[in-house]
């Protein structure tokens, strides 16, 4: 049944979203701390337990890759939707601090990357790969 | 001409799905025969939506880029928070728990420097440009981290309207060029491994920004660098009106 596998992912979002909730709650934040982390964790657990056990079939797994394979046009639906216009009214200061805040960060990355394991460069992807989004 | 307006107001979401469809083809064709593969069909995807955003924009004065215009109101639906946090949840499915924990030290310590990083290069551009009050250094600086943090902080802190402004468009002049810069400067800064895009989503924190500039780069990188990105609005808004204030306060006075 696909819907099992849509109904295990929305649950552990919305686990996941109740204690970013219940976290921005207790350290005094009008946020959600990590709600989508604490789902991805869920669910990696969660379906790999499942999965052990086989309790979740193929149909199942594929209401799940159906959403993951959603995500690149949701994301450009997402940009559709972003107020640039303002973004770029804030005029020159604005625009100087968002890209300031961009190159400082992105410079820390190699440097963090140092720390602790080395992870291995993911394989290129294939033509094939790239194209199927 | 009205009857189908309507009919595709009434769908909504079903024409966003119509109209991404036509928008993803149209970037794989220019993807395939202006830049042969190089830039792929996503990242000119995500750059056509930017400037469909703006043109929307510009039309309606509204705040929801494409969405303000009737018939395209579907496409908040589709890209907004609920189904945007929902995709994402399920790019996990596969994901490798052994990269998760290799990068966890560093994942942790991105989250930190990403937040204090922004916040300070924010404060620094403000200060340049005449705003050297505690309380207006502090929000810009916030809006720096995102666009989310700057008015939680300036409401927090008693900044004034403007500034709280500025500080949402520079948070959103970072989710932009987050979206559409990742895959440039990727090459530069190793971002093609998990530990990478982990870091990467620690020290940007912009979810929308990680989110779309990593899909654009190496779609298999996006579960990593969302789930540290994920933490940092929640701690921005912690360390803004609180550490980060006074310490503006103990260093310029006020």
């Known amino acids: 049944m696909v819907l099992y596998g849509v109904a295990a992912l929305a649950l552990c979002m919305l686990v996941g979203m109740i204690i970013g909730d219940l976290i921005g709650v207790l350290v005094g934040v009008d946020a959600n701390v990590g709600g989508v982390g604490f789902a991805m964790i869920m669910l990696v657990l969660v379906s790999a337990w499942l999965r052990k056990k086989g309790l979740f079939p193929k149909p199942s797994e594929q209401g799940v890759l159906f959403w993951s394979a959603l995500y690149i046009p949701i994301v450009i639906a997402m940009a559709a939707t972003q107020n640039v216009a303002e973004a770029i009214d804030g005029g020159p200061m604005a625009i100087l601090a968002g890209v300031s805040a961009l190159v400082a960060g992105a410079a820390l990355v190699p440097v963090i990357s140092r720390i602790g394991e080395k992870s291995e460069p993911l394989p290129p992807m294939t033509e094939k790969e790239k194209q199927e989004v | ?254």
């Open chain 2, 1 to 254: 001409m009205e009857l189908v307006a309507g009919v595709l107001e009434r769908n909504g979401l079903l024409f966003a799905f119509v109209v991404v469809g036509a928008m993803m083809l149209i970037s794989g064709w220019l993807s395939k025969t202006l830049t042969r593969g190089r830039l792929q069909g996503s990242a000119i995807a995500i750059i056509l939506g930017l400037v469909l955003a703006y043109a929307g924009g510009i039309q309606t004065g509204g705040e929801a880029g494409l969405a303000d215009i009737a018939i395209f109101g579907g496409l908040g639906l589709m890209g907004g928070a609920m189904l945007r946090d929902f995709a994402i949840v399920a790019t996990a499915y596969g994901v490798d728990l052994q990269e998760i924990k290799k990068a966890g030290a560093a994942g942790g310590l991105s989250l930190l420097l990403g937040v204090i990083v922004s916040f300070i290069v924010g404060a620094a551009v403000a200060a340049a440009f005449g705003y050297t009050d505690p309380e207006s250094m502090a929000t810009i600086g916030s809006g720096a981290a995102t666009y989310i943090v700057g008015p939680v902080t300036g409401t927090a802190v008693g900044a004034s309207s403007e500034v709280i402004a500025l500080s949402v468009a520079a948070g959103l002049v970072k989710a932009v060029i987050v979206m559409v810069g990742t895959p440039m400067i990727a090459p530069l800064i190793g971002l093609n491994n998990p530990k990478a895009a982990m870091a990467y989503g620690g020290l940007m924190g912009t979810t929308s920004g990680v989110a779309g500039g990593l899909a654009a780069t190496d779609k298999r990188l996006v579960p990593y660098g969302a789930m540290t990105a994920t933490f940092y609005t929640g701690l921005g808004c912690l360390l803004g009106p609180s550490v980060f204030y006074f310490a503006l306060r103990f260093l310029f006075g006020g």
